[in-house]
């Protein structure tokens, strides 16, 4: 760049570009990663099949209250409907959350529900009354009708129910209903099918399915997934069918797989402490950005899991990034006081070349390269810092513990602050911040205060925990400008 100036002020503007840009990002990827990931079924096999489409709803009967079966575990609270032995209520009990929708009790289509392909035979499985016990820790279900008989076992375990299914009389394949996905705000993360095809984990967008998709492969899970709620299949599953349903404006799909025993069904949160020890943990949607993302989330994971607190974890983040950004941020005050004291210098050279723009930049680079000032040092800690603050945006809004996370008068650190208090006190951090290392020119402090306003507004939606981190950042960075100027500085002899 010989010859030109490295202008402060197209610095600072390709700053809050890039802010804005990256706080975006998570916006803008909502509308393109599922047709990136969707692609990915280039690498799966795929054949004709006998579509299970034209007989997936079978007509039944009206369900009554009478027909149902409860049951309890320490997780969970589960009500089986006696008519076709299916899930007609599952409720996480930790959050509160009812993972069976109305979607799929209006349509009476639920949770283990068997498809053959065959509207006779599915309609005989589907509406027959199942006897149903419990035995042990779990539930023993039995039908039969002419020469068809059916058994279904549900063992519950702490976060998993293992599911056997026997059917005698019927020789055509079997597929069972996963449901669809759960109902809640998706804050621009991905609703619908996921599954995971030996190392590929597809996220598949509902309006790319046209009528219904068949997977087939080594699929080591499948099923349906929201924000933070997961409901499907792990194990042996050799084949899966998307099924795409339309009522009027509203689409969505039901997911159904074939497998082979042992298999897994799970209906619940997608919290990390379940899914640890199995393939699940790809149910978390990380992201595009995922090698960022993950390490980030782990960390703040293992402090949660030692302390009890996300707090707390978010604020041992905030302190280690700036004791790693402290060298950077010594470096950037050393320049932003180097350059109050070129600013006289500096305006004696524009006012001289004002009509020679290349002799004004090369007067400003010599200027600058006698003072041992580079202008873009005072830049590098916040875009260093971008990635980071990316990262624990998506770690916020995927993390499913922030739901009960308090913080002082916020209820939930995974939702906005309801009174705007965090979000007021990060712009005002952010004026105080500029206040406190002026810029020499005017024109830059002017954007840098619109910036803080602008950001006030922008950040007012987002997840509390994330504005709390942010506020936090500036506070400790105003805490350090002040001890290198006060303190190393002034011990210096500066």
């Known amino acids: 760049m010989e010859g030109r100036e490295l202008d402060p002020k197209r610095l600072l503007l390709f700053l809050v570009f890039m802010i804005f840009f990256i706080i975006s990002y998570q916006f803008i990827a909502y509308f393109f990663i599922p047709k990136e990931e969707v692609n990915k079924r280039d690498k799966v096999q795929k054949k004709e099949e006998v579509k299970i489409s034209k007989i997936i709803l079978p007509e039944k009967s009206k369900l009554k209250e009478k027909s149902l079966f409860h049951y309890e575990s320490d997780n969970f609270y589960i009500e089986f409907v006696r008519q076709g032995g299916r899930i007609y209520k599952l409720i996480d009990k930790k959050y509160g959350t009812d993972l069976i929708t109305e979607r799929e009790r209006e349509l009476n289509l639920l949770p283990l529900e068997l498809i053959t392909g065959n509207k006779e035979i599915d309609t005989i499985l589907n509406t027959a009354e199942y006897r149903m016990s419990a035995e042990g820790n779990g539930i023993v279900m039995e039908a039969s009708a002419g020469n068809i008989t059916v058994k279904k076992i549900i063992e519950v375990e702490e976060n998993f129910m293992k599911v056997k299914i026997d059917v005698d009389g019927i020789d055509r394949k079997i597929f069972i209903n996963v449901g669809t996905y759960p109902e809640e705000p998706s804050f621009y993360t991905h609703a619908g099918p996921v599954l995971k095809i030996g190392s590929d984990v597809l996220r598949i967008n509902v309006d790319d399915i046209v009528d219904e998709d068949l997977f087939t492969g080594d699929i080591l899970f499948a099923g349906e997934e929201s924000r933070y709620f997961f409901k499907g299949f792990e194990g042996r599953i050799d084949s899966v069918v998307i099924k795409k349903v339309t009522r009027g404006e509203d689409s969505f799909t039901f997911t159904f797989v074939s497998y082979s025993e042992p298999i897994k069904f799970y209906a619940g949160a997608k919290e990390y402490a379940r899914f640890r020890d199995t393939e699940l943990t790809e149910a978390i949607d990380f992201g595009t950005l995922k090698i960022i993302v993950k390490p980030i989330f782990y960390m703040l994971y293992w402090v949660y899991e030692k302390t009890g607190s996300w707090t707390f974890s978010i604020i041992v983040l905030t302190l280690i990034v700036r004791i790693l950004m402290f060298p950077l941020g010594y470096k950037s005050t050393i320049a932003m006081m180097k350059m109050s004291k070129l600013a006289p210098k500096v305006e004696e050279i524009r006012n001289k070349y004002k009509k020679d723009p290349v002799k004004m930049q090369e007067e400003m680079l010599k200027l600058y390269k006698e003072a041992g000032f580079n202008p873009a040092s005072g830049c590098l800690p916040i875009l260093l810092q971008i990635p980071i603050f990316f990262a624990l945006y998506k770690v916020l809004i995927i993390t499913v513990d922030l739901k009960l996370e308090r913080f002082l008068w916020v209820s939930s650190l995974a939702d906005k602050d ?29 954007i840098m205060y619109l910036s803080a306003v602008a950001f006030t507004f922008l950040f007012a939606s987002f997840p509390s925990g994330l504005v709390f981190y942010w506020t936090l950042n500036n506070i400790l960075n105003i805490l350090q400008s002040y001890i290198i100027k006060r303190v190393m500085l002034k011990s210096d002899g500066n």
């Not at 965090?422 to 020499?440: A, E, H, R, Y």
Request: charged content about 10%.
């Open 418 to 446: 309801p009174f705007y208090i965090l979000p007021v006190l990060m712009g005002g951090s952010m004026i105080l911040q500029q206040k406190l290392n002026p810029n020499p020119d005017s024109r830059q402090n002017l």
